[in-house]
């Protein structure tokens, strides 16, 4: 059973205008999230996270939105570039010391010139 | 930076053969992983393991087995390669209990098992 779910396998966008990618979650003992962010034949780099006690998160370009009560997350990038075009992976954890995450099927995002 | 490789980019084997992926991280992290990673699926946890000579089961460990003698290596043993364990393989490490339990990546072997 998918406790982490992206629905939107993929998702293209036009250069300069905002990328909205989604998750959702099922497992209330989730209490920190992640994004990363794949380029081909590379390995998966860490983006963004947000703790559950807080419904937002900005760096630069990039913010998540959690909402706990609808156990969905989002990932914003705002204004989206060409270098943006990765597939996006969410991914969940429990505040226990070892714990591995729980990733998502991932989204790929393309972003047009 | 955290550095995170893996011992080959692309490898191809024949069925039936033992395959061994070496995976070394230059951190002093406790936490190490291994992923498999298909189109449609994303990442499954394979095994990973929190302390030398610690391991745990992850989603889907049938077929694969790990070896974990040194803090800074985690390998992953295909004991009989099959043709559905062609796959691109991610290994990962992590510091144990450390928000926001980033983990950090090698750059992934694709292995191709004929």
């Known amino acids: 059973d998918q406790q982490v779910k992206q629905n939107s396998p993929s998702l293209s966008v036009q250069e300069g205008r905002i990328s909205i990618l989604n998750c959702d979650y099922t497992?209330?003992?989730?209490?920190?999230f992640l994004w990363y962010k794949k380029y081909p034949a590379e390995g998966p780099t860490f983006l963004i996270s947000i703790s559950s006690i807080k419904d937002k998160n900005e760096d630069g370009r990039f913010t998540v939105f959690l909402n706990k009560s609808a156990k969905h997350l989002s990932l914003h990038i705002v204004p989206s570039q060409p270098g943006d075009s990765a597939v996006y992976f969410c991914?969940?954890?429990?505040?226990?010391?070892?714990?591995?995450?729980?990733f998502g099927k991932g989204t790929t995002l393309s972003v047009s010139s | 930076d955290v550095k995170v490789t893996q011992s080959s980019r692309y490898l191809v084997k024949r069925t039936g053969e033992k395959v061994f992926l070496e995976c070394v991280q230059d951190?002093?992290?406790?936490?190490m992983f291994w992923y498999r990673q298909d189109p449609g699926l994303g990442l499954r946890l394979i095994y990973f393991s929190y302390d030398v000579k610690m391991k745990e089961k992850g989603d889907i460990p049938e077929g694969y087995s790990v070896s974990r003698e040194k803090k800074e290596r985690f390998s992953l043993i295909l004991e009989s390669a099959s043709t559905n364990q062609t796959s691109m393989y991610l290994c990962?490490?992590?510091?144990?209990?450390?928000?926001?339990?980033?983990?950090?990546f090698g750059p992934g072997t694709r292995l191709t098992v004929t």
């Open positions: 991914a969940a954890s429990k505040s226990q010391a070892g714990t591995a995450l729980i």
């Open positions: 951190m002093d992290h406790e936490n």
């Open positions: 497992n209330s003992m989730f209490d920190y």
């Open positions: 990962a490490s992590s510091l144990f209990g450390a928000y926001p339990y980033e983990q950090y």
